[in-house]
């Protein structure tokens, strides 16, 4: 696994079966990796929170990149779809608020956040650009958009797909050149391919796009 598999709409895997083993990802030789690399270039495109600045984590799942963006100064609210993983993210991330909610139908007010995140969830969603649409409409100008999301292009990827490995099997993965056709419309872009090979990285062959928008 790479990142956090949860989902905010409608998806033909039920992520919710996830939610009690989830986080055990996360303490295995290649969950510690990954998720180290992964955060390193989120932390290199996003400038840490001022003041309590509102975040709004979609697709939270249990709460761990919801835990992260705390850590970075951020007042997080997590949404997701699933009942199960909100609970899980309640007894995890102490420190965050959590919702059910649809990525592609936040109840949130315009520009009520000054960003809006997104990891792993992108491509599990019915409506891709409308999730992104609902995000940017609820950061404010001169916000941020931060999207992870696994890459079509990755060696590893491609071996899942072509295993029908579910979850992967449902998902929808986007190359680097399609993530930045998705977000242009939002602003600049500025884009990396998390990787433990670092000439996967060079290449955007990571199997991890994370990318960042400036309202």
Not at 4 to 11: E, I, W
Not at 154 to 180: D, F, G, I, K, M
Request: aromatic residues 8%.
């Amino acid at each position: 696994m790479t990142g956090d598999l949860s989902h905010l709409a409608s998806s033909p895997y039920d992520f919710g079966q996830m939610a009690g083993r989830y986080e055990s990802w996360y303490s295995t030789p290649a969950g510690l990796a990954h998720d180290r690399v992964q955060k390193k270039d989120v932390r290199h495109l996003l400038r840490p929170g001022l003041g309590g600045e509102r975040l709004l984590d979609v697709g939270c799942g249990t709460g761990h990149w919801s835990s992260f963006f705390a850590s970075m100064g951020y007042q997080v609210t997590g949404v997701d779809i699933s009942p199960e993983m909100i609970a899980a993210a309640k007894a995890e991330a102490l420190e965050c608020s959590f919702e059910i909610a649809d990525a592609c139908n936040l109840p949130f007010e315009d520009g009520a956040f000054a960003v809006a995140a997104s990891m792993a969830t992108l491509e599990f969603v019915a409506d891709a650009p409308a999730m992104v649409r609902e995000m940017a409409r609820c950061t404010k100008p001169g916000g941020s958009l931060i999207i992870g999301t696994l890459n079509r292009l990755a060696p590893l990827n491609q071996q899942r797909l072509a295993e029908e490995r579910p979850p992967y099997s449902s998902a929808n993965l986007l190359t680097p050149q399609e993530v930045r056709k998705l977000l242009q419309p939002y602003g600049k872009i500025r884009i990396a391919a998390s990787s433990v090979e670092p000439r996967e990285k060079q290449s955007l062959n990571g199997p991890f796009i994370v990318a960042e928008v400036r309202t």
